[in-house]
Every structure is written in structure tokens, then in C-alpha cells.
């Protein structure tokens, strides 16, 4: 394992989306085009599986310095309105492309941090979203939320909108780890608000773990899951820390370069935490992602309708997801846009009665083609070109590129059916960039993307 880590371990996309940003058009989309795009999808797909809404909220009250969202740091709560304002200013405008109400399926709350926001105020802002469309009665609602802030106000308001599943950002349990982030968080604020959740009906709680921080080491990563088993957690993300200072503005100063652990060192915490997390029963689901074998997103998994998509892994599919809020990226399936990134710009084109995007990429066949296999890989372990629907000269490619992998035991490939061994699991982002030619044409030296481990 340990040489194979050293052998695969090279930047790359996370594949949230197919193409990744950095390939998306360089003209960007029109907005007229963008908006039909919406417009064809949503009548596709509405009534059969209703949409899915992001919504970002993008304040912290305190500057983590590891952190690589898009985040403004204030204490000054009087941002709350007006953000929300425009928020809900914004769903009109995507309302108005509808032709029926929206079937809200799925609905997220990223950030920043949501809790940041008071309880009233999210309660504002979700009747306003909520009133607007329709709940089915199979849905899944959830926010990330800051273990130091979220209280028994923020779960009880979303728990009366529908939301059941809470994910919390706890990264590493290690005091002097947590000190060189500023993020200091005793283990009993993570123990206070899990409890609450539960106790408050959410059936799912994830924790947020990250390996390769400064100061981090083995023994750390031991400890945190070790603390991690006292609360068993249906859901894990265990991400790589992305070290992308060449990001400008997103705060990753504090510590320095040589706090960090060496590439080998980082690799032993994956390998540390990988195992731990097996032993403690948790299962593998897609990549980064460990759930218990309860978890709807274990089940969906097996049930191979685990998707993915800008919120990472999800366990239901739809095939237009909105973004609201700044920075937010929407998905018609046939195009992707991303909303500017400042709040100002923001509210400026709010103000304008414009749909706030910035930039986006209009698929092409070809595009299709790889992204669904893409995901699949993603999400199942596995994809086939049997179907000529899903044939390209770019899939025939790819499997030349792989022989090396399946040489080393990462995959097999028999009957145009592509299939992640065990051993590849780990690999998996390795895989996916077999089909993704756009990556060929890097110029050596531009770093586009962070580590794959
Ligand atoms: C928006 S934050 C979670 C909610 C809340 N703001 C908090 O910090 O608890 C989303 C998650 O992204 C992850 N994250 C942020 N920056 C990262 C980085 N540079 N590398 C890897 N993961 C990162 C962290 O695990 C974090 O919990
Ligand atoms: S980790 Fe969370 S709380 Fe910290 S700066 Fe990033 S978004 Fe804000």
C-alpha cells in the first residue's frame, strides 16, 4: 500500500463536477443560455424527482487558518438580513423559470457557517424558501454546522423545517492541532451538540475529519478516533488537508510550512485513519466517505443510486440542483454556473434583478459521456461502456492509460466493464483522470488542484 501511495500520490480533481472548473469554457455561458438550460431541465425532472437547492451562508465569526471555503469573517450580525434578503431575492428569480412549484427533494446549507446565523433568521429564510415549494415526503435536508455555535435554537428551527441530518466540522481532536488552526473546540461541545441532534430527531450526524494538518500526527489521528467512537457518528468525511495556498484569500496563514507533516507522513495518518475507521465498523462509500452500515448513504450506496455532485456525495439523484447564496454553483445536468464571490458583487446583481452568475460551462456529447462515467467510478466502484450510448474514443483511451493501474492491482477491466478492486478504492480520483483528457493538456508545472492523499 505504502508504495502504491507514494506512486498515485499526484494533484488532482476532487471530480465534484465533469468537467472541473479550471476546464470549463473559457468564454463562460450566456445567461440566456443558462437560464433555458434550467428551464428544459426542471420540466424534465421536476415532477418525476422534484430538485435539490444549496444554499450558501457565508459568515464565521472567527477565521480558521486552514480553511479553503469561501467564508467572510465578521462578528457583526447585522449581515443576516440583508444576506437573506438577497438570498430569497435570488430564488424568485429562479421561481419565476418555473412552471409549476418546485418539488424541494433535497436541500443543503453549506458555508461558512450556517450557524452563524440566529436561529429566527434561518427560520426566516426557510419558510421563505420552503413556502414556495413543495416537501415530499421523501426528502433530505441539512446543514454544516460549527460544534462551538450551533444550540438547541438552530437544531429545533431546522428539525421543524424537515431537516434530519447535521454535519459537523471537528477536523482533529488534538488541542495543540487545533491551537495552530484557531480553531479551538473541546471535545465536549462535539458531545453536546451530536447528543442534542439525536435527541432532536436527526437520524444522521457526520463529523468533518481532516488528515494532514499542522502538527498533526499518528498518535493525534489515534486520539481523535478513539473520541470519534465514543459518539459514533452515522456518517465520516475524512478529508485531505487541501494545502492550496496559491488560492489568494483564503486565509491559510497562521502557521507555517514546516508545521506540516512531510508527503510521507500525511500518507501514514490516510493509512492510520483508514484502518481505524474500518475497525470501528464503518464502511467505505465513495471516496473520503465512511458510513455505518444503517446509514442512508451506506444503503443508497449499495443500492447503487449513491450521486454526487458540488455538496460532494448524496444518497438521492436529481438532475437539477440550484445554488444560492455567493459562490454557489448550479447544475442542470446539461450546464454548470457559479454565482460571483464576493457578497457585494452579490448583492449588486441581486439589486439588478440578475441571476447572479459569473461563469459556468455548457456540456457538450462528449462532456456527457465522460461524466457519467466519471461518476459512476465515484460513486459505485465501477462503470461499463457496453451500451454504444456510452462509448467515445475518449473511454478506449482511457483504458490504454489505465494498464498500469490494473498492472498494480487497482481495477479490472473485463468486458468493457470497468471494476475498482478493494486495493484501488483509495485510488480512485487516480482513475477517474484516466478519462479525463483535459488534464493532458496542463502545462508541467501550474498547479491546478491539491494532493490526491
Ligand atoms: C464549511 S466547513 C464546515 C462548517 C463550519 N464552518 C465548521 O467549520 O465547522 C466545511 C468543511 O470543509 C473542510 N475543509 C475546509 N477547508 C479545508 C481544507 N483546506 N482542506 C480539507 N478540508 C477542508 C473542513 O473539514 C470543514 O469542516
Ligand atoms: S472551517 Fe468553518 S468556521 Fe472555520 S473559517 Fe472555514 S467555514 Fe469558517
Known sequence: MENLIAKYNIPGPRYTSYPTVPFWNKEGIQKS??????????????????????????????????????????????????????????????????????????LHFGGGTPTFFAPESLDF???????????????????????????????????????????????????????????????????????????????????????????????????????????????????????VPWMKGNGQRGFDDNDLPTPEGKRAMYEAGYRLLLEAGYKEVGMDHFALETDEMYISYNAKTLHRNFMGYTASKTQLMVGLGVSSISDSWYAFAQNVKTVEEYYEEIEKNEIPIFKGHLLTEEDLIIRKHILNIMCHFETDWNEEALQHKLVFEAEDRLQEMIQDGLLTIENCTLTVTEKGKPFVRNICMAFDEKLLGIKPGTQLFSMTI
Not at 53 to 77: A, V
Not at 165 to 180: H, L, N, P, T
Request: proline content about 4%.
Open 33 to 106: 443560455v443558462w437560464i433555458e438550460s434550467v428551464k428544459q431541465s426542471f420540466a424534465e425532472s421536476n415532477a418525476k424527482e422534484g430538485i435539490s437547492l444549496y444554499i450558501h451562508l457565508p459568515f464565521c465569526e472567527s477565521l480558521c487558518t486552514f480553511c479553503g471555503c469561501n467564508k467572510r469573517i465578521t462578528k457583526n450580525h447585522g449581515v443576516e438580513s440583508p444576506y437573506i434578503t438577497a438570498v430569497l431575492k435570488e430564488w424568485d428569480l429562479y421561481l419565476a423559470l418555473f412552471d409549476e412549484k418546485p418539488i424541494i427533494s433535497e
Open 125 to 243: 429564510l426557510l419558510s421563505g424558501i420552503l413556502d414556495k415549494g413543495i416537501i415530499p415526503e421523501k426528502h433530505s435536508y441539512s446543514f454544516e454546522g460549527h460544534p462551538n455555535n450551533t444550540k438547541k435554537g438552530h437544531l429545533e428551527v431546522m428539525a421543524k423545517h424537515g431537516f434530519r441530518r447535521a454535519s459537523y466540522g471537528v477536523q482533529d481532536f488534538d488541542e495543540k492541532v487545533q491551537r495552530s488552526i484557531n480553531r479551538v473546540q473541546p471535545y465536549e461541545n462535539v458531545e453536546v451538540v451530536t447528543k442534542l441532534s439525536r435527541e432532536l430527531g436527526y437520524n444522521s450526524t457526520s463529523f468533518d475529519l481532516v488528515y494532514g494538518l499542522p502538527f498533526q500526527t499518528i498518535g493525534s489521528i489515534e486520539g481523535t478516533i478513539e473520541l470519534v467512537k465514543k459518539l459514533m457518528p452515522e456518517r465520516i468525511a475524512f478529508y485531505s488537508y487541501a494545502h
